[in-house]
């Protein structure tokens, strides 16, 4: 059996990565910038900051600050017209992962001709982008790490998840300063993503020796940083343990894979507009306790990771894991599915069946310890 394994070419990390970017720019060549953003980090100034230097050292600047949470089709189209009408030779993408996968659509399209549901699944795109440099600014999603982009058909309400490794940036910029200003939320919602990442990527039955130590790292900053830079927003070294959290959980998993939760959290976001590390969150533990059967030492050695158990039996340790997941989402504030705005108990129950195939139909849930059928 061999694996393959994807990274981008450099990684600059710690305070202050994000001044490299002119450094970068010139190191590939780059004198066309699209920058790649949504109207929120756009209003914070933050890209400005950023584009500042470039435009002083005769680079050509443009930015695209219409992405939304997750990103349309129609998105992805309006910021590829913009694209090509200022001629750029390289996309930045500044935000949260929104952001970034809307970016690296972008950069793909530039060089490919069909539209975007044919690339859907595994390495179906066959020209390399335009080169792509992420910098994010929430530290949840590791998407500036990974090969696949995820952007919402709205025509069918589906996610459309696409794997290849022309969409790994070529560069990362993953500077914890950045994520500072996060809200307790967003930091509770991400920050549960990026250990969904690190669990799914270690217990997948695509995991191997090379994606295997970066989940359990990912993993390990999590428990070590998560509650302090919720309870903490400013608390430099918990952001940055949580911003290295998600850049190694990104490349955990996709280099091994997600599983179940991701499988399932797709179709809520496509027909309730969850946002994807909330509903991640909030199925995280109840599939966790599903799940746990089919690979009891795996999850033991997650627990032990955690810190929650040390000579105890594995049982003892997947029991560990599953009463620190339900308590970690009460601490956070995570809430119950139907608690959530906007979830409408009729239309949820009338959705469900379609829901359950989008789930199975991805892919992802066939990677789980145990796969479900669509009643479970
Ligand atoms: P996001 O990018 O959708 O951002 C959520 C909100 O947070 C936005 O309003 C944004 O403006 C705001 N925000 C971003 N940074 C902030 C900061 N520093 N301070 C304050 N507010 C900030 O959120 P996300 O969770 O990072 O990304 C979710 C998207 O990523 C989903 O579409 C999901 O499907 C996708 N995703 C992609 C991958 C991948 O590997 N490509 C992996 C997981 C999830």
């Not at 470039?54 to 913009?82: I, M």
């Not at 699944?121 to 999603?141: M, V, W």
């Not at 049982?315 to 894991?321: D, K």
């Amino acid at each position: 059996m061999s694996y393959l394994f994807n990274a981008p070419q450099t990684i600059i990390h710690g305070a202050g990565a994000r001044h490299e970017l002119l450094s970068q720019l010139a190191r590939i060549g780059a004198r066309r910038v699209f920058f790649v953003t949504d109207p929120f980090i756009n209003g914070t100034g933050l890209v400005q900051t950023l584009a500042e230097p470039l435009r002083q050292a005769g680079l050509a600047v443009a930015v695209f600050s219409a992405v939304q949470p997750d990103p349309t089709v129609q998105n992805v189209l309006d910021g590829l017209a913009e694209l090509n009408k200022y001629e750029a030779d390289v996309v930045v993408a500044v935000g949260g992962g929104s952001s970034i996968d809307a970016a690296k659509a972008i950069a793909v399209m530039q060089t490919n001709e069909a539209p975007l549901h044919q690339y859907i699944g595994y390495h179906k795109i066959p020209n390399e982008g335009l080169p792509l440099i992420a910098i994010p600014t929430t530290a949840g999603t590791g998407s500036e790490a990974t090969k696949v982009t995820v952007i919402t058909d709205t025509e069918r309400n589906v996610k459309m998840m696409i794997l290849d490794a022309h969409l790994m940036p070529t560069i990362a910029l993953v500077d914890y300063e950045l994520t500072l200003s996060m809200p307790q939320t967003l930091t509770a919602h991400v920050g549960v993503d990026t250990l969904t990442h690190g669990i799914e990527a270690y217990v997948s039955q695509k995991a191997n020796l090379l994606s295997d130590p970066l989940a359990l790292s990912c993993i390990n900053l999590v428990s070590m940083h998560l509650q302090t830079a919720w309870q903490e927003p400013m608390n430099r070294k918990a952001r940055e343990g949580m911003a290295m959290a998600a850049c190694l959980g990104g490349m955990a998993f996709t280099n091994s894979s997600v599983c179940l939760v991701h499988g399932m959290s797709r179709p809520l976001g496509a027909q309730f507009h969850l946002a994807h590390g909330l509903s991640n969150a909030i199925l995280l533990p109840v599939v966790t306790r599903f799940s746990v059967p089919g690979a009891i030492e795996r999850y033991a050695t997650i627990a032990r990771t955690m810190g929650q158990v040390v000579n105890e039996s594995d049982e003892a340790a997947c029991n560990a894991l599953l009463a620190y997941l339900d308590q970690q989402n009460q601490l956070l504030k995570i809430p119950r599915l139907r608690d959530c705005k906007g979830i409408d108990q009729l239309v949820f129950e009338h959705l469900l069946e379609k829901m359950a195939t989008d789930a199975l139909a991805s892919g992802s849930p066939q990677n789980n310890p145990i796969v479900p059928t669509p009643n479970e």
